[in-house]
């Protein structure tokens, strides 16, 4: 996030090269950070967020040869989906949800980042249904203990994920976090631990049909330290597409 140190400011890509260099900088780091801990760099997924990116220039992040892009917000999520429809690219949703908005979500995400209600469970599942369709789902957890931040407490996930077996459209894959927002990197370190130590703890007990392998934490910021404790996604915006002007604060209200 911006407010964490980083070693190189982002650089706003345009072109198909400028999108072909970014990806591979943050590829390079990712594996580098794989290798420091003797994991595979293939078992981490690359998400890139293109919240507040127009779609000329998404258009051109895909010919640089995304498949999967991430967005934050529905509306915006689905308005892209449905003006670049031609590009057979696929939708993961990785900001809150209102169950209002369920309807949305379960006609173009192919998956869905930040469920943290049995509310949310229920309305996407119903929806979902109807479409006969279904939907990959992770666990937001709050791993920071700020009360500003989406999620369920690490002590409440065991009980919600014994819940979702009933809501047989959501494929359960694992579980997301946010970081703590601060520039202490042994603090946002510790977030992904503690993500990493819970999905390992629940991991044996999961219910049937129920898939705790997906570890989604890292941002522009601190992917880096998110892959070295395990993640097997991080979600990149601003490393790819270069700065936003929207602060951070239009997505996580303090
Ligand atoms: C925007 C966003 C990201 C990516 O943030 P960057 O700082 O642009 O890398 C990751 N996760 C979520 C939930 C986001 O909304």
Request: with cysteine.
């Amino acid at each position: 996030m911006t407010a964490r140190p980083l070693d190189q400011p982002y650089r706003t890509a345009r072109t198909v090269a400028d999108f072909t260099s970014a990806l591979d900088a943050v590829r390079t780091r990712i594996a580098a950070a794989a290798a420091e801990v003797g994991r595979d760099p293939a078992a981490v997924r690359l998400l890139p967020v293109s919240k507040t990116v127009p779609e000329d220039r998404i258009r051109r992040a895909v010919a640089a040869g995304l498949v999967r892009l991430g967005e934050n917000k529905v509306q915006e999520a689905r308005r892209k989906s449905e003006n670049l429809a031609d590009l057979d690219v696929e939708w993961s949703l990785v900001g809150h949800l209102q169950t209002n908005k369920a309807k949305d979500v379960a006609a173009f995400a192919t998956e869905f980042q930040a469920l943290d209600s049995l509310r949310v469970a229920q309305a996407l599942d119903r929806r979902l249904q109807a479409l006969g369709r279904g939907l990959d789902v992770l666990v937001q957890v709050n791993t920071s203990d700020e009360p500003s931040k989406y999620g369920l407490a690490p002590e409440e996930v065991p009980s919600f994920v014994r819940t979702l077996p009933t809501f047989t459209a959501l494929r359960v894959r694992g579980l997301m976090t946010l970081a703590e927002l601060t520039t202490d990197r042994e603090r946002v370190r510790g977030c992904f631990t503690r993500l990493r130590v819970l999905r390992d703890r629940l991991r044996d007990s999961a219910p049937d049909g129920v898939g705790l392998d997906d570890l989604s934490m890292g941002m522009s910021g601190d992917y880096e330290l998110a892959v070295m404790e395990g993640a097997t996604c991080v979600r990149v915006g601003q490393a790819v597409f270069g700065p936003r002007a929207v602060p951070d604060s239009a997505y996580w209200p303090t």
